[in-house]
């Protein structure tokens, strides 16, 4: 317990002082490269790779193997009991795969999908105590009326290659439907289960929403399995405050990650231009988006006055430039050794896996430079899991948005 105390506390310092970790104050010096018009690509220009390749990294030399490919939009992975993956689609499909091989027919029983623009199906987790009641738990854009979506959160059980007794456990307000969404699930430890919900983007639109406690939008909610709202959330019988919030201030939160000692919520923000964030959330804290961040509009424009408040919560790393944060895991298994108690943060623009490392106390080892793993790929990094035999494994996008049915998942093992 004193050892998790002090990662906690050194982690939580870092967020105030700003040192030794390369936080956004000491990264805010590095300069942001104006950002042009990019010319027009033709499509697949970048291939995704056909079969195993050997790639050597900063620190060990490693095989990465596609395990499944065609694959439209794939969001987030979850491992059964089993070893069996289960991907969500964005367009609204659930898939397994069995054995290392991707089942052609998918999972049946999903809720209908507003997948519009970037909206769709998007977070999946399993219950903790799965292997008792198969349930499992998605997150998607759920259709409105008058052009309106929510973000939902449905429960079902998993029989075979079929959901049942499934339903909305959670619905969000109706807004008029943002060009883009995110939703991501971590159960805590204590049986509680974190639900992000973004859809903050525009800093003048709907970024006020983050820092409107009326709604749920820019936040991270903390819910019951049944989707109820735990007694002891930070704004219960707070007037004005929706009950389920946990923190509020954010913009887009593609991943979430419980540290494997601390047992704290650690977030991953997709910011604008030089944006991006990876935040320790504490109950009813603030992350500023977008009245204090440092991130700046596509025209090189500061998006707020100021980068740092006193009343709210600075990151505990900020990305300059944006790699397009995705999803975030720790690596605590043994199949590499030099990259345990790293986080392993997706990049979607930075089309690479980043790993972060940190010493037995939680600070950064910033004698040592960030890795950029698998930039050979040039792929768009989605998600990314630690899986039960130890061994990392991640979605990718395609090269750009339009590649979309070039999704893939793929496995990282050491190369013999």
Avoid at 244 to 265: C, D, F, K, W
């Amino acid at each position: 317990m004193k050892s998790a105390t002090v990662w906690f506390a050194a982690a939580l310092l870092c967020m105030v002082i700003g040192s030794p970790v390369r936080t956004a104050q000491s990264q805010a010096r590095s300069p942001v490269p104006p950002q042009g018009a990019e010319p027009a690509r033709p499509r697949y220009q970048v291939k995704p790779p056909e079969g195993p390749q050997v790639i050597e990294t900063d620190t060990v030399r490693v095989r990465v193997v596609p395990l499944a490919r065609g694959l439209d939009h794939p969001w987030s992975l979850a491992f059964l009991p089993n070893g069996d993956i289960l991907v969500t689609e964005r367009p609204g499909r659930l898939r397994i795969i069995r054995g290392g091989v991707l089942d052609a027919n998918p999972i049946t029983g999903v809720p209908p999908v507003f997948a519009v623009s970037l909206q769709g199906l998007m977070g999946v987790a399993l219950h903790p105590k799965f292997v008792d009641n198969k349930l499992i738990y998605l997150t998607y854009s759920k259709r409105g009326d008058q052009g309106l979506s929510a973000t939902a959160l449905a429960r079902g059980r998993l029989e075979g290659n079929m959901l049942t007794d499934v339903r909305d456990i959670f619905v969000t307000e109706p807004w008029v439907a943002p060009t883009a969404m995110a939703s991501a699930l971590v159960f805590a430890r204590d049986g509680s289960l974190y639900m992000s919900v973004g859809g903050a983007i525009n800093a003048t639109t709907s970024g006020q929403l983050a820092q409107d406690p009326r709604n749920h939008y820019g936040k991270i909610l903390r819910l019951r399995d049944d989707g109820g709202v735990p007694p002891d959330n930070p704004f219960v019988g707070r007037a004005g405050y929706k009950p389920e919030i946990y923190s509020m201030g954010h913009r887009n939160q593609l991943g979430l990650a419980i540290h494997p000692v601390t047992g704290a919520l650690w977030e991953s923000e997709n910011g604008p231009q030089g944006g991006d964030e990876i935040n320790i959330i504490l109950p009813g804290r603030n992350y500023g988006w977008p009245v204090a961040s440092y991130g700046r509009e596509y025209s090189g424009a500061p998006i707020a006055e100021t980068p740092v408040r006193r009343d709210m919560e600075s990151p505990v790393i900020f990305l300059v430039p944006s790699i397009g944060a995705s999803g975030i895991t720790f690596y605590t298994g043994d199949r590499f050794p030099t990259w345990k108690d790293s986080l392993l943060v997706g990049g979607l623009s930075g089309r690479a896996i980043h790993r972060i490392k940190f010493n037995k106390d939680g600070w950064e080892e910033t004698y040592r430079p960030r890795e950029y793993m698998l930039t050979d790929l040039k792929q768009r990094i989605r998600d990314v899991k630690q899986g039960p035999d130890g061994l990392i494994y991640f979605l990718t996008n395609g090269f750009d948005l339009r590649d979309s049915l070039e999704g893939l998942v793929l496995r990282i093992e050491p190369a013999e």
